[in-house]
């Protein structure tokens, strides 16, 4: 095993590297990966709105390039160093979602499914990180149509104190060579990169205060995310 880490390395001109030092060259690597599929995202979003031949709306064509400049952002931090600029607010939980629906509407289309939203749990407002949110949402309805679809469901309802988000799949997924025409554009998911968008769920949830988890069954894939709330008393 040893062996093989060394080979590769050596390959990447990494073989003067200390060996103390190996274990940061693979947590870079990751992170590194993480700001580039955080980036892949909005692109995607902008590629669709493109080349849907209808007037894309201007609202979302703001949001999706202020995700692609926060993940640029955090991209040019980890590659020069320097801070991050997080606005740390009240976010309105529904409008999040339903942006983030929006986003992705046509490229469950693209893949023959649809998304629906359920929702329970009357007027919710946490405190965090708009961007960092809507980011973890994009990330788990682009694996739910992906890897699960066609149909996605989101439930959210509160659990005590804090609120729950449900995306879940039907676990019948069209396979690749079945689906309509996937725009090229579409490429810019990263073939081979896998696991990337799930640690920015959990990183997001984490900084949050809140938990994730992914279930699997053979009906499909639920991915569960708990956040912590602002009564209306802590408001402001």
Excluded: C
Excluded at 112 to 128: D, F, I, T, Y
């Amino acid at each position: 095993m040893g062996r093989r880490v060394r080979s590769f390395l050596a390959d990447k001109g990494e073989r003067s590297a200390p060996l103390a030092l190996w274990p940061r060259v693979w947590i870079s690597r990751t992170t590194l990966n993480e700001a580039l599929h955080e980036l892949r995202r909005p692109l995607q979003v902008l590629a669709l709105s493109g080349s849907a031949g209808t007037s894309p709306e201007p609202q979302r064509i703001e949001h999706s390039v202020q995700l692609a400049a926060s993940a640029l952002e955090r991209l040019d931090r980890e590659i020069n160093g320097g801070s991050t600029t997080v606005v740390w607010a009240p976010v309105a939980v529904r409008p999040l979602l339903e942006a983030s629906l929006a986003r992705w509407r046509g490229r469950a289309a693209q893949a023959g499914g649809k998304l629906e939203l359920r929702w329970r749990a009357g007027e919710v407002v946490l405190s965090g990180d708009h961007y960092g949110l809507s980011q973890a949402v994009d990330n788990l309805l682009v694996n739910a149509i992906e890897h699960g679809g066609p149909r996605v469901v989101v439930e959210v309802a509160r659990a005590g104190a804090g609120l729950r988000v449900a995306i879940a799949d039907s676990g019948a997924a069209v396979p690749r060579g079945r689906q309509r025409r996937v725009l090229p554009a579409l490429r810019l998911a990263g073939r081979g990169r896998r696991g990337h968008g799930l640690r920015v769920v959990r990183r997001v949830a984490a900084a949050h205060g809140g938990s994730f988890e992914l279930r699997r069954s053979t009906r499909g894939s639920e991915a569960v995310l708990e956040l912590p709330v602002l009564e209306p008393t802590e408001r402001g």
